[in-house]
């Protein structure tokens, strides 16, 4: 399975490499802007009205609950994802794949560089232990199967941008494909956890 991992690996990392993923999917790394335009267009599906009578779930047109309490949600969803990933990585289970290596093995871009060797990557920087899962992965399926439900017929777009954002960690070297399948398989865990309680809390209400 290493070897596999490692594999697809250098197939994504190395093999597709080109100029135009270099430029795009460093953004997704530390995605602020993202987030805010992302947070304030889902904002708007929620709050306005029209919109969220033509996007929400037809299932449950048939419960009163507020805007607020999906947002509530989606930042409970965010919690314990973020969270759970973090406590995951702390036992720093797994080295980023740049760790003790030199940029002609691995292309991260978004690495700093040892200033007495040039071509290893610094290996003394936060986080070179805890590759184990992906958070960004973890994080954005989770998202993305929450919000979902909520509002299925924008579900392609939300998944889309989950792969994305998964595929852009391996790209840019932070981590390997297993990583983000796990960090996925947390994430849509998380999900359908969040979405259990929703559903008890509209069944207990009505």
Known sequence: LQNIDHS??????????????DLIMPIFHKPNL????????????IF???????????????????????????FLTIIITD????????????????????????????CKLDKTNPNLYLTNSKGANKSFPSNHAAN??????????FFPKIKNKLYL?????????IYIGV???????????????????VISIFNLYIKIKS
């Open 8 to 21: 697809l690996f250098n197939l994504i990392n190395q093999g597709m490499s080109n100029t135009l993923f």
């Open 83 to 110: 969270q759970t990933g973090r406590a995951i990585k702390s036992l720093e289970l797994r080295d980023r794949p740049w760790a003790n290596k030199t940029t002609e093995q691995v292309n991260c871009l978004t």
């Open 140 to 149: 954005s399926f989770a998202i993305a199967f929450v919000i979902s439900f």
């Open 161 to 169: 941008l989950a792969f994305i954002i998964s595929f852009s960690r």
């Open 48 to 74: 306005n009205k029209n919109l969220n009578q033509k996007l929400l779930n037809k299932r449950l047109k048939n419960y009163k609950f507020s805007p607020i309490m999906i947002l509530s949600f989606i």
């Open 34 to 45: 993202i987030s805010i335009i992302f947070l304030l267009a889902i904002c708007i599906i």
């Open 175 to 193: 981590h390997y494909p297993f990583d983000i399948m796990y960090g996925m398989c947390l994430g849509l865990l998380a999900g359908y956890l």
